[in-house]
């Protein structure tokens, strides 16, 4: 969806001579396109239950990449998203493509628990614990809460409708595992006004 949005706007400014523009977009279709690559040599380590080692990322960058690829659908949900960059670099211990699977799934999550309410935000936090040497990533929305909090991270435990898209239930349980195969901890729960998932991740050492 993306890389179909950047192409069309892409051409939409060389149509009105925005050369610089459409180069913009060219080169966010290349990233994508890299992306993507790194998206299928992860999953298929995957099918090989044989995933990559956690390595140092760093956890704004994709917290905001995930916020880049879900940008069409935030828009067109009239989703606000409340989101601030952590005044200093936090770098945890994981893998860039599956952890961004987790955040895109999360968010996703948010959106459509808040689908016909008056108000939709998303706030999005980053919280280093130097003390524990950890890093927490929390999503809050200001949906209808979660129903079954002792059964959200169960395979095929969905609040949709049997038949809806995207109904299987499987998102947070993969997500958790994934979280889980990281050495970090995801959870949920209800907070006053909506739901709130925290993501602790072990923060990635200095290196000298």
Do not use: C, H
Not at 60 to 80: D, F, H, M, N, P
Not at 180 to 193: A, H
């Amino acid at each position: 969806m993306a890389i179909r949005s950047f192409a069309e706007n892409g051409a939409a400014f060389l149509e009105r001579g925005r050369a610089e523009r459409a180069a913009e977009n060219l080169g966010r279709i290349s990233d994508m396109a890299n992306r993507m690559g790194r998206i299928i040599k992860n999953l298929r380590a995957f099918a090989k239950a044989a995933p990559e080692p956690a390595r140092r990322v760093g956890l704004a960058a994709v917290v905001e990449s995930a916020l880049e690829v879900l940008a069409r659908r935030i828009e067109q949900s009239g989703t606000e998203i409340d989101w601030q960059r952590p005044d200093r670099a936090t770098v945890v211990m994981a893998g860039e493509v599956r952890l961004g699977q987790v955040v895109v799934n999360l968010l996703s999550n948010a959106m459509e628990a808040m689908a016909g309410r008056e108000t939709r935000r998303i706030t999005i936090r980053i919280a280093p614990d130097d003390a524990a040497g950890l890093v927490r990533l929390t999503v809050r929305d200001t949906g209808p809460g979660i129903a079954d909090l002792s059964r959200i991270f169960d395979p095929f435990y969905s609040t949709k409708e049997v038949g809806a898209e995207e109904g299987m239930g499987l998102g947070l349980s993969i997500s958790y595992g994934i979280v889980e195969g990281f050495g970090g901890k995801l959870r949920g729960e209800n907070v006053e006004g909506g739901a709130l998932f925290t993501i602790e991740l072990q923060q990635a050492r200095e290196i000298a």
